[in-house]
């Protein structure tokens, strides 16, 4: 379980978005998983077996927030960062921004397979759907990807000098 946290942390930080908040979430997983290791069966995956937890622990989070208000102090409101003059850093923040933008489900998907490496059938098994489920939703997501980040590269206003 030990040899995971690092991978459950990458994947808590691309989902949440937030380090504190993915910490949380890490931590919430470890405490699961070492209250339930008896349900664990001896010879399964336990990299599928800890995402699963992490998947289900995250949807009932957002779950959660989705009933709350939506209210947050202005002087609350995160300071934007300045956009840095590298190739490299505007490519990756509009990366990043674009993967902001998908739907949570194609964003889980993009994140299981693409980051974490994951087989289709591992993340079907983490996200409880179907093999198809998965190549479809990755298929969508990457196209969807790949439109928005062509999009950003048209934003008047950016000029890129090489």
Not at 29 to 39: E, F, P, S, W
Not at 70 to 94: C, I, K, T, Y
Request: proline share 3%.
């Amino acid at each position: 379980m030990v040899a995971e946290i690092p991978r459950l942390r990458r994947y808590a930080i691309a989902l949440m978005r937030d380090r504190t908040q993915a910490d949380d979430l890490v931590h919430d997983v470890v405490l699961r998983a070492l209250d339930k290791l008896h349900l664990w069966r001896e010879g399964t995956n336990m990299r599928t077996w800890l995402f699963t937890i992490m998947h289900n622990l995250h949807a009932n989070e957002m779950r959660r927030r989705s009933r709350m208000l939506d209210v947050v102090p202005l002087d609350a409101a995160p300071q934007r960062a300045e956009a840095a003059g590298q190739d490299a850093a505007v490519e990756l923040s509009e990366l990043s921004s674009a993967l902001g933008d998908l739907t949570g489900l194609h964003r889980q998907v993009l994140l299981l397979v693409g980051l974490e490496g994951m087989t289709y059938a591992e993340a079907a098994s983490v996200l409880d759907v179907p093999v198809g489920t998965v190549m479809s939703r990755l298929s969508r997501a990457r196209e969807e990807l790949r439109k928005r980040i062509d999009e950003g590269a048209a934003v008047p206003g950016i000029r890129r000098v090489k």
